[in-house]
Each structure stands twice: as C-alpha cells, then as structure tokens.
C-alpha cells in the first residue's frame, strides 16, 4: 500500500511538473503580448462548463466525477468565454480589458449560481466538487494523474513547436506578417494552449488560480533576463519546479489546497527574482542607484575645487578622500588636481556641445557625468576644442 501510495504522488508531482513547464512556456507569450489577463477570463469560464458535465454525467446514470467529462465540458464552456471576449472586442466599442472583465464576472457567477444547485441534488457525488476551484490532490485518482501527465506533455510539445512564429508575433506584428506568418492562426493557436493548460491544471491547480501559474513564471523569468531565447526556458523551469515542489508538499497536507501551494512555491521565485535579479532586482536598481550617486557627488565636487571652491559637503569630502582626490585638510592631491582639470575640461567641451544643435542625439543619449573620452576619438575631441577657442 505505501509502493502504491509513493507511486501516486510521484505520478502527481510528476503531471504538475509537465503542467508547469506547459503553463510557464505558455504564459509567456501571453505576458510578452500584453494579453495576461486572457487567461484570467478563460480560467473563470470553465466553472459552468464543469458543472454542466456534472449535471449531464449524472443525468446519464453516472457519479458525476468522471474526469473526462469534467474536462470536456471545462473545455467548452472556457471555449464558449473566449468566443465571447473575442466577439465582444471586435463587434463592439468595449475594449479587450472591458470584455474580460463582463466575461470573466459573468461565467464565473453563473458558475456559483450552479454549483449551489448541484449541492442540493439527490443524485451523483458532490462531494468535493468545489476543491476544483483550488485544485486538490488528496483524492486524485491514478488515471486522473495520468491524464494530467499526458495532457501537460501534449500542450508543452505543441508550444515548443510554436514557439518561434508565437514569438516573433509577440515581438513584431509586423516582421512576423513580412514572414508570411498568419497571426490570427497564431494568436487562435496560443489561445488553445491557454485553454488546453486551463482545463487540464484544473484538478491540481484549480480554475481560479491557474491563471498564476501561467503568469508568474513568465514575469519571474522576464525579471531575471532581458534575452527572449532565454526568457521562455526559464518560465518553463520556473513552472515545472514550482508544480513538482507544490504538489510534493501537497502530498504532505492535503488538507491545504494544492493550488494555493503551487502558487505560492511560484511566489517565493518571484520574490526572490525581484529582489535579487541581476538586471531589474531592488538590490541591483539601488545598487546603481548608489554607484550614480556617488558619481555625482565625485564630479560636482571636483568641479568646484578646479574652480577653486572648497567643498564642505561631509559625504562629499569623505568620498572624495576615500578616492585619493583630497587630503584631510581639503587641499586637492597631485592626482585629484588631474582629475579636477579633465573634469571642467569636460563641463567646459559639454556647455559648448549643448550650444550646438549638431550634437543634440549625442547628448540625449549622454548622462551629463561620463568621460567624453569615451565617446570621442582624440582628433575630435581636438576639434572640439579648437572650435570653442574660435568661438571664444
């Protein structure tokens, strides 16, 4: 009995990996194609769906949770949502936003409204119909796993495969239709996928927060790289390990819903990307922040003492003696005096480049604090300089 049990979770976390690595690769494409909140609307649509297949499976004599028939009839009511958003944006002045928003509130109170009913049916199994809604491992069967393993593994083959048109469309409409590419195919092609990741995550993820696990490994990713060759592999590994850990710990309490788990595990990536990506992390934006700073308080302050002030700023004079540019009485050191010179040599060749519409792109790109020598060639800097001897 524990081989059989050990074999089930295995098989569960194995089906939520395949399931996060197909939601991640997915949801990226969404999240790069400003269309996150689609798949907010679909996840919400299936709700009637889900109890019209209880309601018919019971009326054909049957338990009501069989999930084959939960999925189908999840599949065409989530169909049925998204037909509508699409109808609603291109039939009528509401915007796509507007249109998820009515589709989204309305299927899924419909959904509630059904869902009481089934409660108060005499026939069939209600009985935890509603851990759907958060997803629930606790009482998946071996086949339902199954199920879920090979539906994950047939959506990630599918977008692996359509992985690159679907970028090039979330990139450049443009280029991608230069290409011959069709991108209302493309874009119906993704929306399959989303649905497809919808209706089979909602066993172990549930409706209402499989949206998260579509979303949150893309963004986590986008946090951590700016390269998009890179950024869909990451969402994908993101979503597999945040499903295999999530439904492991599940496994471990089921009285929590695995959904919430999963999503959370997916959070704790998140946070930590936010904090400690290379690129866009908080540590990383107030480290350069710091390196800026202390790049203007070095050049602001030789700039006064070539000019011959003194510099009474406290972080200021400390920096700038911690550089070697000042001694502790305030006079300038022989290399701080060279740094001083070339700093309003520079001021001096950037007051005349401002005069000058010419360099106009140049400065717009230049941050007022960089050594123009790195921008220059020696002849040109020449140049400048006896131009601003001639204007002079």
Not at 140 to 155: F, K, P, T, W, Y
Request: aromatic share 6%; charged share 15%; net charge positive.
């Amino acid at each position: 009995m524990s081989f059989a049990l050990s074999y089930n979770v295995v098989l569960v976390m194995i089906g939520a990996g395949l399931l996060g690595i197909a939601a991640g690769v997915t949801g990226t494409f969404m999240f790069l194609r400003k269309r996150a909140l689609l798949s907010d609307a679909v996840s919400h649509a299936t709700l009637p769906g889900l109890c019209g297949g209880f309601i018919v499976m019971v009326a054909l004599g049957g338990t009501g949770r069989a999930l084959e028939g939960l999925l189908i009839g999840s599949t065409i009511s989530a169909a049925l949502g998204l037909w509508v958003v699409q109808f609603l944006k291109t039939r009528t002045r509401l915007t796509e936003d507007a249109a998820i928003g009515a589709v989204l509130s309305s299927f899924f109170g419909l959904g509630v409204v059904m869902l009481t009913l089934i409660q108060t049916m005499s026939a069939g199994q209600q009985a935890g119909l509603d851990h759907l809604l958060l997803g629930s491992t606790a009482a998946m069967l071996r086949e339902d796993a199954q199920i879920i393993a090979a539906g994950g593994a047939l959506v990630l083959c599918i977008a692996l495969i359509l992985h690159r048109p679907m970028m090039l469309t979330a990139f450049d409409e443009n280029f991608a239709q230069s290409l011959g590419l069709n991108l209302r195919l493309i874009d119906g092609a993704a929306m399959a996928l989303i649905l497809a990741v919808t209706v089979i995550g909602l066993k172990i993820v549930g409706l209402i927060l499989i949206v998260a696990l579509l979303i949150i490994p893309s963004v986590t990713a986008r946090m951590i790289s700016n390269r998009a060759h890179h950024i869909t592999p990451l969402a994908g590994v993101i979503g597999g390990v945040s499903g295999m850990v999530g439904a492991g710990i599940s496994s471990l309490a089921p009285d929590l819903p695995t959904g919430a788990i999963i999503v959370l595990v997916s959070s704790g990536f998140f946070l930590f990307a936010l904090f400690f990506a290379p690129a866009r992390g908080v540590l990383a934006s107030a480290a350069r922040a710091r390196k800026f700073q202390r790049r203007v308080h070095r050049r602001q302050g030789l700039l006064a003492l070539a000019q011959g002030y003194h510099v009474h700023e406290p972080y200021t004079r400390k920096l700038l003696q911690h550089d070697g540019y000042l001694r502790a009485d305030g006079v300038l050191t022989e290399r701080g005096e060279d740094a001083a010179k070339a700093a309003l040599r520079d001021e001096t060749r950037l007051a005349y480049l401002r005069r000058n519409p010419v360099y106009s792109e140049f400065l717009s790109r230049h941050d007022g604090l960089s050594d123009l020598s790195r921008s220059f060639t020696r002849d040109e800097l020449h140049h400048i300089d006896r131009a601003m001897e001639t204007k002079a």
